[in-house]
């Protein structure tokens, strides 16, 4: 069974950071494309950013980039989602999820996917 657990979420004034984790179990990882995605009250689920297995090419949508940075120890099935500068409309439940297919900017290209974690960043 294959279960990605978010971690790391909580409450942040403007300006600060916090750092996600998402461990994934249930079968191996390799090949597979490593993504974040966030939902907020009323809205669709939004890409954020992605990593590729081999050599960790990264992807951001324009509204993080330069303030959010993906990474992932694939020794431990793990990706990372270090956020700073945070802004209150950075405020969502935030998704970990795999590709299998590899790299993948939308939601259709993610098979698994974690229960979320909560962010909220006060102004």
């Known amino acids: 069974q294959v279960q990605l657990v978010e971690s790391g979420g909580g409450l942040v004034q403007a300006g600060g950071s916090l750092r996600l984790s998402c461990v994934a179990s249930g079968r191996t990882f390799s090949g597979y494309a490593m993504g974040w995605f966030r939902q907020s009250p009323g809205k669709e689920r939004e890409f954020v950013t992605t990593i590729t297995w081999g050599p960790g090419r990264t992807y951001y949508a324009d509204s993080v980039k330069g303030r959010f940075t993906i990474s992932r120890d694939n020794a431990n099935n793990t990706v990372y989602l270090q956020m700073n500068s945070l802004k209150p409309e950075d405020t969502a439940v935030y998704y970990c999820?795999?590709?299998?297919?590899?790299?993948?900017?939308?939601?259709?290209?993610?098979?698994?996917w974690g229960q979320g974690t909560q962010v909220t960043v006060s102004s």
């Open positions: 999820a795999a590709a299998p297919r590899g790299v993948a900017l939308s939601r259709n290209g993610y098979d698994y």
